[in-house]
């Protein structure tokens, strides 16, 4: 009898991606995808523990999985991504949800056919975030579901313990991949027709870093040169070891986007310190101008953190002047969220709520208006979009363009993996409608 598998995710691309290699496993066990949680067998919650919502968040959808498994009492429930690989947290799950049958971490992830098996034999709960010294699994046949767009690792885990960030906890430390690896990856999806491959890391910037590794633009390089079509993306960049040498390579490569998501997080040197972000704010701002020097037309994207424990009025208008300096073509605004474990949450002067909620506000309202702008320029302009997907709901295709800008438009044929030109009608906020021309 056919058996079903139906993943949740949460959190960043690297989990989305791994969710595809988790999809990868149950395939190879026999179980086929499908969208109805309630007919599946087994379900994986990929979680994620980057601020306390995005935790709050799975553990109150896990506890709505108890009336699934009363109902369906064969039915296996599988937890794995960053939260359970957090101190304490596995036994925890466990305690507070008998019912989960498997708890994995993002170190053992390649291991989860031997706890499906194993799981499917016995009826006790599998629980194992082991470390397995920090191995690169090469094995793994992802489950692409992002047509025509593919995620590669290049790298895992990260070394640089931001003071707020929980992410070197439950990753580990850096460990790059192979360049010959990841050459011969892109090399198969392109030739499998895959049109943009978007390169993953921590911090990409420092790939090979501790090893005699090949340096990230000579990576990307390399891989630009791979013969065929197709667009390449690289996230996230750390400020800190963006170089001359990336921009010039981004310059001279058509293949590379113009698109550059370099998280500054803060405006204010003091907190960026606090921070451990190793950059000042002038410092951020030259290495922006050094990309603007070699690719003028390129979109900047960030992080920003608001509330960060000690953050004054001063500090908080430092980052304000700084996003409208950067002139940002869009951005993620974040509250800061205290992680247990973390530097930053033994600091003194935390910030109140309300406090933070104010700030998030005007930050947000001060991005939005910088999207809108920059979205108002497409206005009359003809763009190349590669469409990536169908929304059922506007009845429109969309795809985005190689500055990361969605375009939506209408066709009379499927036109997903398709290059697209757009004459741009309209603008919303920070999507365009076009039409084809
Ligand atoms: N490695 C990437 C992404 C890390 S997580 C980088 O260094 O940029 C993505 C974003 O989440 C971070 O850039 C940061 O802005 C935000 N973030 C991380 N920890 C946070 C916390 N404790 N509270 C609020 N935002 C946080
Ligand atoms: Fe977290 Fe900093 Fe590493 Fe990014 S670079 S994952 S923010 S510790
Ligand atoms: Fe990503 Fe969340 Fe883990 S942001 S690395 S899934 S904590």
New binding site residues.
Partial sequence: MQKFFHIVTYG?QMNVHESEKIAGILAELGYVSCEDISKADIVVFNTCC??ENAENHAFGNIGMLKKLKAEKRGIIIAVGGCLPQQMGKAANLHEKFPYVDIIFGTHNLHKLKDYVLLKEKQKKAVINIEDDNGIICEDDKPFRTSYPNAWVNITYG?NNFCS????PYVRGRERSRKSENIINEVKELVGKGYKEITLLG??VNSYGNGTDEISFPRLLEKIANIDGRFRLRFM?S?PKDFSEQLAKVMADNPKICHCLHL?V?SGSDVILKAMNRKYTSADYLEKIEILKKYVPDCAVTT???VGFPGETKEDFEATLNLVKKVDYSSAFT????K?DGTVAAKMPNQIPEEVSKQRIMELVELVNSLTRKHSQHYVGKVVEILCEGYDEKKGLYLGRDEYGRMGYFESETDAIGQFVNLKIQKANGVSLMGERV
């Fill in positions: 960043c980057i601020r990260c707020y960030c929980i992410v921590q911090n996230t750390h998280p997080q992080d920003l953190i974040f509250v800061y969220s992680r």
